[in-house]
C-alpha cells in the first residue's frame, strides 16, 4: 500500500523559509494529486495546497503568497517552501495524497503521512 | 470559502452507545464531505467520503449522511478505539476547509 514520510528541518528562525519533502514508496506518484496540510499545536487543520504530478497547483489564498510547490517524479517526491515564516507557522505538516474519482468528482485526502512538528523560534 | 460548523465541540459517551455528530457548511456542496478520525499524535484517517462512502477497511458501525449543507457522521455502537477526534472536510471548492473538530470522550 501506498505510504507517505515527510522530512524536513524541526525548527526554524523567524523568517527563515521552511523546506519539507514527502517520499512517496508502494505506488507511482504519477495520475495524481498530492496535498500538504498542516495543524498548530492543539488547533485544528488547514489545507495548505496541492500540485498535480505534471506540476500544477493551487494553494490556499491565506498563503499563496508564500508558499511553493514542486514535484520530482524520479524520486517519487513531492516538496512544500514557506517562505518568512513566523510563530504562527509552528505546526504540524502532513503530506497526503488527494485522490479524485474522475466520473463524479469526489475527491478526499488518503493516505496521509504521520506528520512533522516544525517550531519556529528565535 | 466555505466555512464548515460542527457541533457538538466534544461530547462524553459510553462504549456502546449512538453517536452522531453535525457538520454544517455555508453554502450547498452536494455530496462533497468528508469525514476523518484522529488520534493524538496521529495523522488523520478518512472514514466517509463523498458524504456517505465508507473508506475500505473503515468498520460498519461508521456511516455518513446528508447532502447539500447539513452532513452527519454516525458511530452506531460506540467502541474503545474510537475516543478520538472526527474533523469533517468540504471538497466541493478551493481552499479546501475543515470543520473546527468534535472530541469525542470516555463518559
Known amino acids: 500500500q501506498v505510504q507517505l514520510q515527510e522530512s524536513g528541518p524541526g525548527l526554524l528562525k523567524p523568517s527563515e523559509t521552511l523546506s519539507l519533502t514527502c517520499t512517496v514508496s508502494?505506488?507511482?506518484?504519477?495520475?495524481?494529486?498530492w496535498g500538504w496540510i498542516r495543524q498548530p499545536p492543539g488547533k485544528g487543520l488547514e489545507w495548505i495546497g496541492y500540485?498535480?504530478?505534471?506540476?500544477?497547483?493551487s494553494y490556499n489564498p491565506s498563503l499563496k503568497s508564500r508558499v511553493t510547490t514542486s514535484v520530482d517524479t524520479s524520486k517519487n517526491q513531492f516538496s512544500l517552501k514557506l517562505s518568512s515564516v513566523t510563530a504562527a507557522d509552528t505546526a504540524v505538516y502532513y503530506c497526503?495524497?488527494?485522490?479524485?474519482?474522475?466520473?463524479?468528482?469526489?475527491?478526499?485526502?488518503?493516505?496521509w503521512g504521520q506528520g512533522t512538528l516544525v517550531t519556529v523560534s528565535s | 470559502d466555505i466555512q464548515m460548523t460542527q457541533s457538538p465541540s466534544s461530547l462524553s459517551a459510553s462504549v456502546g452507545d449512538r453517536v452522531t455528530i453535525t457538520c454544517r457548511a455555508s453554502q450547498s456542496m452536494t455530496s462533497y464531505l468528508n469525514w476523518y478520525q484522529q488520534k493524538p499524535g496521529k495523522a488523520p484517517k478518512l472514514l466517509i467520503y463523498a458524504a456517505s462512502s465508507l473508506q475500505s477497511g473503515v468498520p460498519s458501525r461508521f456511516s455518513g449522511g446528508g447532502s447539500g449543507t447539513d452532513f452527519t457522521l454516525t458511530i452506531s455502537s460506540l467502541q474503545p478505539e474510537d475516543f478520538a477526534t472526527y474533523y469533517c472536510q468540504q471538497s466541493y471548492s478551493t481552499p479546501r476547509t475543515f470543520g473546527q473538530g468534535t472530541k469525542v470522550e470516555i463518559k
Open positions: 508502494g505506488g507511482s506518484i504519477s495520475s495524481y494529486y
Open positions: 497526503a495524497r488527494h485522490s479524485y474519482d474522475s466520473k463524479s468528482g469526489y475527491n478526499w485526502f488518503d493516505p
Open positions: 500540485i498535480y504530478y505534471s506540476g500544477s497547483t
